[in-house]
């Protein structure tokens, strides 16, 4: 008994002096923990010039494969509740887009648009897939209709949810704290990221504090890291000159309460693109595969048994 008092007395005080390095235990321990739930592995793939580090389930023989891409300051774990209503039917892969998560950031590695599809492109050759499904958030959006106009060839569907890479004819909050010259994706302390993580959904999952002040520490530690990465997204070409090379079937799917980038933004993917069709959900905000996975996939889902019964009505 005096072993097990002393114990947690050990592992109070480390945890109390420690803080919040629980915080990423915790988080990382769930992660693995849903990640083997829903049966997907994490793998490493090697590209050109770097590893990615993937989350990949499914039948590794399934005759249709879904590419899923996170948004900026993300990582592969967004997806995970998500996946797992596809890994039963699709191989899934998942990767940590270059300068996050497990992938790893390189200075002067390059984050652009363009450059970063390159990679997603070298990642599927790898991975022996031909042609895929591919469903986007925010940047990983970007980089989602980036591939679908660029490499046609090799994009089945295009799925959009909040995509980034158009100018929305109404301003975001974000759009206003960039005017104003702050951007609020580089913190300097845990108050600052309360703010940002408020900004990112109308309805987020329930977190325990001591996990998000673990992923706040994150952000401050990869302050440097995070602005040139933004910068590089940023900066890369618009989206709108291309938008009617998209000739997949593509969803749009939109939070109305996204603070990041602003609902008026469909205006200009509706018209850009001529297969299209659009959902803007209420009430939601800019990530809505996590404020509502398993909704958000049932939409997905049902988009893709549509493309099913259209080829199968075109034999």
Not at 210 to 237: H, K, M, T, W
Not at 259 to 273: E, N
């Amino acid at each position: 008994m005096l072993v097990l008092v002393v114990a947690i007395a050990v592992f109070a005080a480390w945890s109390w002096l420690s803080y919040p390095a629980i915080g990423h235990w915790l988080y990382n321990l769930n992660m693995a923990v849903e990640a083997k739930l829903y049966r997907l592995h994490k793998i490493v793939v090697p590209i050109t010039e770097m590893t990615v580090s993937t989350w990949q389930g499914g039948p590794y023989e399934a005759s249709s494969s879904v590419l899923m891409l996170h948004g900026f300051s993300a990582d592969k774990n967004i997806w995970l509740r998500f996946a797992r209503h596809f890994v039963g039917n699709y191989r899934v892969i998942i990767p940590d887009i270059a300068g996050h998560g497990e992938t790893g950031f390189k200075a002067g590695g390059g984050y652009d648009i363009p450059l970063q599809a390159k990679r997603m492109i070298q990642l599927l050759d790898v991975c022996g897939v031909e042609k895929v499904h591919v469903i986007g958030n925010s940047m990983g959006g970007y980089m989602a209709a980036w591939l679908a106009a660029t490499y046609p060839d090799r994009i089945v569907s295009v799925a959009l949810i909040d995509p980034a890479g158009v100018t929305a004819p109404e301003a975001s909050d974000l759009e206003r704290h960039l005017a104003k010259g702050h951007n609020p994706f580089l913190i300097n302390s845990r108050e600052e990221f309360r703010r940002l993580y408020a900004m990112t959904m109308a309805e987020p999952p329930w977190v325990p504090g001591v996990v998000l002040d673990a992923i706040a520490q994150r952000y401050e530690q990869c302050r440097d890291e995070l602005e040139e990465i933004f910068n590089g997204f940023r900066a890369s070409p618009p989206m709108e000159p291309i938008l009617p090379d998209i000739k997949a079937p593509a969803l749009l799917l939109w939070g109305h309460k996204d603070r990041l980038i602003d609902v008026s933004s469909v205006a200009i993917w509706s018209k850009g693109i001529e297969n299209l069709r659009v959902e803007v959900w209420d009430h939601i905000g800019h990530m809505p595969m996590v404020e509502l996975p398993t909704s958000t996939a049932r939409l997905y889902g049902e988009f893709l048994s549509s493309l099913r019964s259209e080829s199968r009505s075109h034999l």
